[in-house]
């Protein structure tokens, strides 16, 4: 599998808490050489990369890494990031409500923050790892009756990441036209081509520039 074709399938991503400016230029000016499919940064840092890189393709992240903020507070904060030059969302379900069963909470948030992406691309990260089978299978229902494009594996910030396992479930799963990222403990050539031929469309990494270069 050739390189470019695995760097246009990734998000190339910072989220660590300690980012600081010179490293989200650094992780931007990496995107635009190796043509990345995005760069995923904290909401805090969107219209910095968009004053500097004016046509990046950027992603951020909504209620991360733990999903438990109200509703209206990953609305707001995802209108905020639009509004800031955002130009695809990554949201945390709130896992609590998965517990309780809540299915058709889950599914009204998913659909009110994809009104307020305003015609963004929406992913929506499931924490696989926190998850048994049974709502694995849930969840993939849930998201493909949403209005979301994506499903995504991981935050990478839990016990666990993407595992081939889940990738293979979620494309059992999940309706056809719904794309599925892999993101969490990507650390090897071998990781990203394994998720990507086994149906993941898109790759969440902090790492594989540096791998695979």
Do not use: Q
């Amino acid at each position: 599998m050739e390189n470019s074709y695995i760097f246009e399938r990734t998000d190339h991503t910072l989220l660590s808490t300690k980012a600081t400016k010179e490293e989200i230029l650094k992780l931007c000016s990496e995107a635009v050489k190796f043509n990345t499919a995005s760069v995923c940064i904290p909401p805090s840092y969107i219209k910095f990369a968009r004053e500097n890189y004016p046509t990046l393709c950027l992603c951020t992240v909504i209620g991360f890494p733990n999903g438990y903020n109200s509703t209206a507070v990953k609305v707001f904060e995802t209108k905020e990031a639009v509004k800031d030059g955002a130009d695809e969302i990554d949201m945390v379900i709130n896992l609590g409500m998965v517990k309780n069963k809540e299915w058709d909470n889950i599914l009204n948030e998913i659909n009110e923050i994809k009104k307020a992406c305003s015609g963004k691309l929406l992913k929506v990260i499931i924490e696989t790892c926190d998850l048994t089978e049974e709502e694995k299978i849930k969840m993939c229902e849930i998201v493909s009756a949403s209005d979301a494009e994506f499903i995504k594996t991981s935050t990478g910030f839990s016990k666990g990441g993407a595992t081939k396992e889940d990738i293979i479930l979620m494309r059992k799963y999940c309706r056809e036209t719904l794309k599925i990222k892999a993101a969490g403990g990507i650390s090897t050539r071998e990781d990203a081509e394994t998720f990507l031929n086994c149906a993941a469309d898109r790759l969440g990494s902090s790492r594989i520039i540096k791998i695979l270069t």
